[in-house]
C-alpha cells in the first residue's frame, strides 16, 4: 500500500466523513486546533524565553518547566487529536500540498529539538539551572523552537490559502 492509498483509505473512514460532511464538524475541529495551538504553543513561548534567559531571570528553568508543562502538553494533545481528525478528512489534498509537508517536516525538527534538549542539556542543569541567562546551547535550544513553532503555524496557515 503506497502512502497515497493509505490516504484515500483515510478520506473514507468515519471520522473523515464526519469532518467533510457534517454541518459544523470541520469548524468545531478547525477552533479546537487553533485552541490547543493557543495553549500548547503559546505557553511553551515562556518555557523558550526563558530557556534564552529573556523573562523569569529569578525563576529556576526547572520550575518554569515543571510549572507549565501540564498546560503546554495538554494543548498539544487537543492539537494533535484535532489536526489528526482534520487530516483525515483532506488526506489526499494534504498529500499533494506542499505547505502540509512543510508543516511535518517542522513539526518533526520540533521535536527533535526537544529531544536533543532532554537528553543533553536538562542532564547537566545542576549547573545552570538558576542562572539568569542559561548558557549558549540552552538560548539555541529556546530560540530554536521558537523559530520551529512559528514556521509550523505560518505552514498551517498557508495550508488555508492553498488547500481549499
Known amino acids: 500500500m503506497t502512502l497515497l492509498q493509505l490516504c484515500e483509505w ?11 460532511e457534517s454541518l459544523y464538524g470541520f469548524q468545531v475541529l478547525v477552533a479546537f486546533h487553533l485552541l490547543g495551538l493557543m495553549l500548547s504553543v503559546g505557553i511553551l513561548l515562556w ?20 510549572s507549565l508543562a501540564p498546560w503546554f502538553l495538554s494543548g498539544f494533545g487537543v492539537m ?14 494534504a498529500y499533494g500540498n506542499a505547505y502540509f509537508r ?9 521535536g527533535v529539538n526537544a529531544i536533543i534538549y532532554h537528553l543533553a542539556a536538562e542532564r547537566v542543569s545542576a549547573g545552570w539551572d538558576a542562572a539568569p541567562r542559561p548558557p549558549v546551547p540552552v538560548r539555541i535550544a529556546g530560540l530554536t523552537s521558537i523559530v520551529l513553532w512559528a514556521t509550523v503555524i505560518l505552514a498551517g496557515r498557508m495550508i488555508s490559502y492553498t488547500m481549499f
Open 47 to 66: 518555557v523558550d524565553l526563558r530557556l534564552m534567559g529573556v523573562t523569569m531571570q529569578r525563576s529556576r528553568v526547572s520550575d518554569v518547566y515543571r
Open 10 to 20: 483515510l478520506e473514507a473512514t468515519s471520522v473523515a466523513v464526519f469532518v467533510r
Open 102 to 110: 512543510i508543516k511535518i517536516a517542522v513539526l518533526v525538527l520540533a
Open 80 to 93: 494533535l487529536v484535532s489536526g489528526a481528525m482534520l487530516f483525515a478528512g483532506f488526506a489526499t489534498s
